[in-house]
């Protein structure tokens, strides 16, 4: 079936330091959303782009609007509060439906 | 920002017992969503509805059933509980157009 892949899976950084998270999709995607989950398990919405880019403080998302086959979140100036579990969720077309990654685990240390 | 309320947040429960886990959004929010969490798995759809009364299944149906009593309400229902259930379980709600999900906080269940 459709299918969101997330790179990487897991991510180790230092404070300071800048990254980058991407989500691939198998097919055409009409929206992306990104999500942080905490040490809590809570979901914490970062994100909804239908097309273009969107920043937030240090966070910054893009969603590749030629295509549509893709999505990146740039982290700027790293924080301890930044770790946690960063999951992209894309709907295709007017399903109304979210299809989410596996997520990828992000450890912010000093 | 919209809300999105869950109880309970924690459940226990043995095998082949009856569980309810009710969702509230208080927006006026057409679509309702359960989903659950596993690990490895990300979060799959379980069932979702699109107004009162209406139901449509998800991804992983087998093992629940649902309901959508009001606009603001949708409970998930597992009748005979099994350990396979334990899961994280989520609920969303957003509006009849391109928008985004909002979740609620999440209900950990765990079935002994």
């Known amino acids: 079936g459709d299918q969101v892949e997330q790179s990487p899976s897991a991510l180790s950084l230092h404070e300071g330091t800048d990254s980058a998270l991407r989500c691939n999709f198998t097919?055409?995607?009409?929206?992306v959303q990104w999500f942080r989950q905490n040490s809590r398990g809570s979901l914490i919405s970062l994100f909804y782009?239908?097309?273009?880019t969107k920043e937030n403080g240090r966070l910054k998302s893009a969603f590749d609007s030629k295509e549509r086959r893709y999505s990146t979140l740039h982290i700027r100036d790293a924080q301890l509060e930044d770790s946690g579990t960063y999951f992209c969720?894309?709907?295709?077309?007017?399903?109304?439906?979210?299809?989410f990654g596996l997520g990828t685990t992000l450890q912010v240390q000093p | 920002e919209a809300a999105v309320t869950q109880s309970p947040r924690n459940k226990v429960t043995v095998t082949g017992g009856n569980v309810t886990l009710s969702c509230r959004q208080t927006?006026?929010?057409?679509?309702m969503y359960w989903y659950r969490q596993d690990t490895g798995h990300g979060l799959r759809l379980i069932h979702y509805?699109?107004?009162?009364?209406?139901?449509q299944i998800g991804d992983v149906p087998d093992g629940y059933k649902a309901t959508r009593t009001t606009q603001e309400d949708f409970f998930l229902l597992l009748e005979l509980a099994s350990p396979s259930q334990t899961s994280l379980y989520f609920c969303?709600?957003?509006?009849?157009?391109?928008?985004?999900?909002?979740f609620g906080p999440g209900t950990r269940l765990t079935v002994l």
């Open positions: 969303a709600s957003r509006t009849g157009g391109a928008l985004e999900q909002y």
């Open positions: 097919t055409t995607m009409r929206s």
């Open positions: 782009l239908a097309s273009g």
């Open positions: 969720a894309a709907e295709k077309g007017n399903t109304r439906k979210l299809i």
């Open positions: 927006n006026s929010h057409n679509y």
């Open positions: 509805s699109y107004g009162a009364g209406n139901l």
